[in-house]
């Protein structure tokens, strides 16, 4: 499956104004890479359920997976559960199960559930829910002719916990990934970033591995990102 392209889309105004620093997709990126799935975008949007809608329905369009984090809470500022359903031309529905889970999670915690937070219980129609046994906002899945969405909560500690137990084995096991990713990154100092990209341009214009350089004070990085079936 070489040709599979994944794609992250960040949810929340706090990204865009800069209040919130985006470690979700560096570290989404970098768990892709230990299954040898290609990335080749990452997207934030704010709170705003026409703008989401309009950059995931993108996403399906260009990308087979698309993973989402934030926007799964409980007001109404937390618009990707909307966003998914406009997206992909679904009516929401409230899965009732998920409600019994909320409300055992609550009074496990000894706090009061509010209206709100069943407003995490719906679900796009016909969307695949993933359990989210540490925390308040149940994930999901939706499929769209072919192409995927999965959408998980924007708190770092719940979104680990389900790209761990979840939805990296969801992915190995539905498209059979068993390729890696590695990446080198080679130091230079003393030598402008334009300089040694004339001397490595042929190396630059390969495919696998990819060969990219990055200026920095004092020194240049060589960067070299090389794909195949084992780490070996």
Known sequence: MDTLQAEIVTIGTELLLG???????AWIAQRLTEIGLNLFY???VGDNLNRAAQVLKQSLERSDI????????PTVDDVTREAVAKATNRPLYTDESLIEEIRAIFAKRNRVITANNYRQAQLP???????????????????????????LPGVPFEMKYLMEHEVLPYLRERYALKGIIKIRV?????????????????????????????AHPGQTDVRIAAKADSEK
């Not at 209040?19 to 997709?25: F, R």
């Not at 990209?197 to 495919?207: K, Q």
């Open 186 to 214: 080679l130091r230079t100092c003393n030598i402008g970033e334009s300089t040694l990209g004339e001397r490595i341009t042929d190396l630059m214009e390969l495919s696998n591995p990819t060969v990219g350089t990055a």
């Open 19 to 25: 209040e919130i620093v985006d470690t979700n997709s």
């Open 66 to 73: 698309t993973i989402t984090t934030g926007g799964l809470g």
């Open 42 to 44: 990452t997207t934030t």
């Open 125 to 151: 129609q016909g969307a695949q829910v993933i359990h989210n046994p540490v925390g308040t906002a149940p994930s999901f899945i939706t499929e769209e002719d072919g192409h995927i969405i999965i959408s």
